[in-house]
């Protein structure tokens, strides 16, 4: 597990432990729809995959960014707060709990790691309202990460996850 240092303070160096209960049912249908590997080998998320109507992977300047388009969404949050500290904490808790669900069904003998990233930064119309994204894509040794120095990423609380990282997390 990585996270830069705008994610380390902003959870205390301490990730909650995540709950299927904080999954929204429109993300928890998501991941428990599954993966698959397309014909140019991307590992998508199906239900992702199958509303994707985008550029297909050749457009893209790799698989590894593919992979993190179709797969990314903003985490939903019109029933939060408008601002302030519970609206980050259940932004983050439903991020994280998300992640996880949806790496603890990808598939085990993926012949490269798939990776989760958890990002919270300033967004919206007037730019101040704190929103949330999460995204997978794999990690292959013959291309670049998607996210190399992850402290360079300093706009926004930035984690990345592994299956093995959930393992942990869910122990507690």
Known sequence: MRMNDRMSRLTG??????????VPTVYRAIAEQ????????????SALKAGHTGEDSDAFEDVVHFEATVNGRGMMDYD????????????LRRSLAYACLALHSAPNDSPHPILGYVSLSEGGLSGNTLTANVTFCTSRPDLPPYVDDIDAC???????LSRADIVCLLKG
Do not use: K, N, T
């Open 13 to 22: 160096g301490h990730l909650p432990v995540p709950r299927v209960d904080d």
């Open 34 to 45: 599954g993966w698959f590997v397309d014909e140019g080998g991307a590992c998508l998320l």
């Open 80 to 91: 939060l707060p408008a601002s302030g500290p519970d609206r980050q904490r259940l932004l």
């Open 154 to 160: 300093s706009e926004e609380a930035l984690l990345e």
